[in-house]
Each structure stands twice: as C-alpha cells, then as structure tokens.
C-alpha cells in the first residue's frame, strides 16, 4: 500500500470531485496533477459513479503513477468492496462507523472517516482511524480544531468544506493545527468546469500549494 500518511500530509490539499463524464474526469485530474497534486478524492454522487472511478483508475495508474486516488462519499460496506475492487487508494466517508473503518482495516485500505464532535474523532482513532474528515468544516470553523487539540495537541484532522483557496483562509486552518485540507467546488469551481478552462485550474492549484508550503515551513 502506497504510503498514503506522508502524501497527504506532504501535499497538504486533496482535491474532492465529481462528474458524470469520463473525459471531464480526466482533464480535472490531470490538471490538479499538473500543479502539483499528489492525493485525490472522487466523490460517489451519480448513479454511474462506480464505472466512471473505475476508468479513472486506469487513466490514472497509466499517466500518474505516484498519485494516490481515493474515493469519497462512501456510505455503506457495499460501496466499500466496490470501490476497493476498483482500484480505491483510500475510502473516505461522511460520517463516523465502525464497519465500513474495520473492513478497510482487513482490507488494508486507508479510511478517513467524517466526524462533528471530539468524541466521534477519539472513538475513529480508536477503532483505527490516522486522519479523521472534520465534516462539515463550513459549521465547526478553525477555532473548533485549535479548541479540540488544546487537550489532544496529537490530533491528526483534515477539514473538508468551507475551505477557501485563499492566503487567509488556509492560514487559518494550518494555524489551528490541521495536517491537511480537502477542497471541492471553492477550489474545482463551477466556472472552470464548464468553461473547460483547466490551465487556470492548474494555475490555481498551483498558488493554493504554494500557500500551504509556505505556512508549514
């Protein structure tokens, strides 16, 4: 299993997307490569999620063989099995659950559980959880992550949501002690997506790691 702590951590930002077609998929994903972009997350939002991960995987495995991919949005053991058959680097989930982190476990397969409140975060690090998703991180802010780490200060947490691609934002987040960040449509934007515009993607992901390293230095 690829060292998926250290690419996580190293980059700092996992892009978080979704999209029905393939070739969209693709372009998104190279772009965010291009910039610099070692972890990615593909979201399981559309009936065809699962064939569109799939060959994803195999673009991915041929073009960008140090890049981690991962799948998000991952409610049930069913869609577990799925997408770890397909090629999953890491499962992600919205929320916290036992069976879905022990079945990764056995399946020595990185999961990210989606936790609220400091109890969930400690009882994901017990069942075997190294970074817990802070979901939704528009509601619990920065000041929930520097609050929780007072007593905890070894917390590893990743918040996805309301991250911004801004100086000010990722500072605030970084400052507050996360080891990471996930970013989804305020990074992968509506605009450039439709627009087919994925140099300004690459541009733009370019600047938000720029940011990052320069506030973990």
């Not at 250290?6 to 998104?28: N, Q, R, W």
């Not at 998000?72 to 992600?92: K, P, Q, R, Y």
């Not at 987040?173 to 993607?201: D, H, P, R, T």
Request: aromatic share 8%; with cysteine; net charge neutral.
């Amino acid at each position: 299993m690829k060292n998926i702590n250290i690419k996580l951590v190293e980059t700092g930002m996992i892009p978080v997307f979704y999209h029905a077609d393939i070739s969209v998929c693709k372009e998104v994903l190279k772009a965010c490569y291009n910039g610099g972009v070692r972890a990615f997350e593909f979201t399981n939002r559309g009936n065809n999620a699962l064939q569109v991960f799939k060959e994803l995987k195999i673009y991915s495995e041929a073009n960008f063989p140090d890049l981690i991919l991962g799948a998000g949005s991952i409610l049930n053991l069913i869609h577990v099995n799925e997408f770890v058959a397909a090629g999953a680097d890491f499962i992600v989930s919205p929320f916290l659950n036992e069976s879905i982190l022990s079945a990764c476990k056995e399946k020595n397969i990185y999961a990210i559980p989606g936790c609220m409140t400091l109890t969930e975060i400690v009882q994901a690090q017990e069942w075997g959880a190294d970074i817990v998703k802070l979901f939704p991180g528009s509601v619990l802010g920065p000041e929930f992550v520097s609050a929780v780490r007072g007593p905890m200060p070894k917390l590893r947490l990743m918040p996805t949501g309301g991250v911004e691609p801004t100086e000010r934002s990722l500072r605030a987040w970084f400052a507050s002690g996360v080891v990471c960040v996930g970013m989804g449509s305020q990074l992968l934007s509506k605009e450039i997506i439709e627009k087919g515009n994925y140099a300004a993607l690459t541009e733009q992901v370019k600047v938000v790691l720029s940011i990052i390293k320069s506030i973990q230095k």
